[in-house]
């Protein structure tokens, strides 16, 4: 589930998302962007999804390396996202090389590669926010799109926002979106936001600016729905024959198969 370490988002980095800001309402402090243009968009979209006790959605994700030779190549996968506020949550991500999924019923989180029919079992009692804390901080896993999961949206994302603009409105999958564009010191980043009753995430796309060739991370959102989920949903249920091991031992579930290189710092 890991994502790459420069395309994460705001604060110190992690989570899942080249603007061009044209000339538009920016905003300058968290506090300025919940009053005007972009920022009350976003604070929109952000009431409305930690106002939700249960989320379920699909993901398509596209991840950019540069090479040593400074060539571009990106890696697309796809999976599901299934939540239950406050502490329960399951994730699925295959791409062409991992099929992953990982569970939390609340007290043990589960990382298990299909692929290769193992599994890795961690004790995290707490919350969905104190999960996804903890699988950044100290096991360096990353949720797809996790910023758009937590209890404070809007904080998560603002936390370093330094300028905001709202550019217009675009079309994702068919749905008339508002355009939003945002930067911070070692990111772009855009969102797209569903106009009307239901103001979800459409597409969120980050663009490194720490790294050569500007590398970006994007997550396009589907099927988002809002029934609450069965218990049962979030129990893992080991696969006939699976492996149990230490997390560490779980070195082939990332997005980027092994031996691509991770990309060039300036």
């Keep these: 589930m890991r994502a790459l370490t420069t395309l994460r988002p705001v604060r110190r980095g992690g989570g899942w998302i080249a603007v061009m800001l044209v000339s538009a309402s920016l905003c300058s402090t968290p506090a300025a962007a919940q009053g005007d243009g972009a920022g ?108 758009l999961l937590l209890g404070d949206v809007f904080g998560a994302l603002t936390a370093e926002t330094v300028e905001g603009a709202h550019i217009g409105q675009g079309v994702i999958d068919g749905v008339e979106c508002e355009h939003l564009a945002f930067r911070n010191a070692e990111t772009d980043w855009q969102i797209w936001v569903e106009i009307g009753p239901r103001p979800i995430p459409r597409k969120y796309v980050i663009t490194s600016k720490g790294t050569s060739g500007a590398p970006q991370y994007t997550v396009r959102i589907k099927d988002f729905k809002t029934e609450e989920q069965a218990a049962d949903v979030f129990a893992f249920k080991p696969p006939s024959g699976a492996k149990k091991v230490e997390l560490s031992a779980l070195d082939d579930v990332d997005e980027i198969p092994r031996g691509v290189p991770k990309g060039a710092k300036k």
């Design 40 to 147: 009350k968009i976003l604070k929109a979209m952000s009431d409305y999804l930690v106002g939700q006790k249960a989320i379920s959605l699909t993901f398509d994700s596209d991840v950019e390396v540069l090479t040593e030779n400074f060539q571009k190549i990106q890696f697309t996968s796809s999976g599901q996202i299934q939540l239950s506020r406050p502490n329960m949550v399951r994730a699925t991500r295959a791409g062409g090389y991992t099929d992953v999924e990982l569970t939390f019923d609340g007290k043990t989180v589960t990382i298990l590669g299909k692929h290769i029919n193992a599994y890795a079992q961690v004790d995290a009692s707490g919350s969905v926010d104190d999960l996804i804390h903890r699988l950044r901080d100290e096991l360096s896993v990353a949720l797809p799109g996790a910023d």
